[in-house]
């Protein structure tokens, strides 16, 4: 009976492992502070707050990202090797991604003739309504991928620069590096600070 019983306990104790890390990918930066979400007291993390810049000669791939849009086309990053593409990574549950969407809107519009191409990965939406109105709310014309259980932002490796926490964003060079890691809500400027040398690069 006790070998019969331990599949199940492996199981179960594999299970507990998945959910810890779905619970990780949770976190909402709010610029800081732990916060309760209120209604199902969910607890959101708040994100560092960092912003990494990595030099060209340090940087490293970011990993094969590809599926689903929130408007059902099929998405690959790399289809936009060649132009600068800023990631963000973010769900219509988080406040501070509420905050941050004007803004992106912004640069994205002030870049697009520059060579920059926004992507998005919508996570934790377990409808993709919920997703599609948020875009139509903030007139959000650039495609998000749909990765409700998060399972995009693990295909980055441990230790890598990875988007830790929602909102995140990522800005990846013309080769396909990442050149910039922000682990907080960005304002257009703070965003346009960070993306500008990247587009300058030659």
């Keep these: 009976m006790i070998f ?3 599949p199940h306990r492996r199981a179960t104790a594999l299970s507990a492992l998945a959910l810890c ?3 990780a990918l949770s976190a ?3 610029g800081g ?3 309760s979400s209120g209604g199902n007291d969910t607890k959101f993390v708040a994100g560092t707050g960092e912003i990494t810049t990595v030099k060209a000669a340090d940087r490293v791939a970011v990993p094969e990202i590809s599926g689903e849009t929130t408007d059902g086309e099929q998405l690959s990053l790399a289809d936009y090797k060649g132009k600068v593409v800023v990631l963000n990574v973010w769900g219509s549950w988080c406040a501070p991604c509420r905050k941050e969407a004007p803004h992106l809107k912004q640069v994205a519009d002030d870049t697009k003739d520059l060579g ?3 992507v998005g990965i919508n996570t934790r939406d377990l409808d993709v309504a919920n997703a599609q109105a948020f875009d139509r709310t903030y007139k959000i014309d650039y495609p ?3 990765d409700p259980a998060g399972k995009l932002v693990l295909k980055f490796p441990k230790n890598s620069l990875s988007p830790q926490a929602i909102p995140s964003t990522l800005i990846i060079d013309r080769e396909g ?6 682990l907080k809500s960005l ?3 703070e965003l346009r600070a960070a993306l500008d040398p990247v587009i300058a690069e030659k």
């Design 4 to 6: 019969a019983r331990s």
């Design 21 to 23: 890390g779905a619970l």
């Design 28 to 30: 909402c930066s709010g």
């Design 33 to 35: 502070d732990t916060k």
């Design 116 to 118: 920059v191409q926004f």
């Design 144 to 146: 998000s991928l749909y």
């Design 177 to 182: 590096r990442i050149a910039v890691r922000a």
């Design 187 to 189: 304002n257009a400027l």
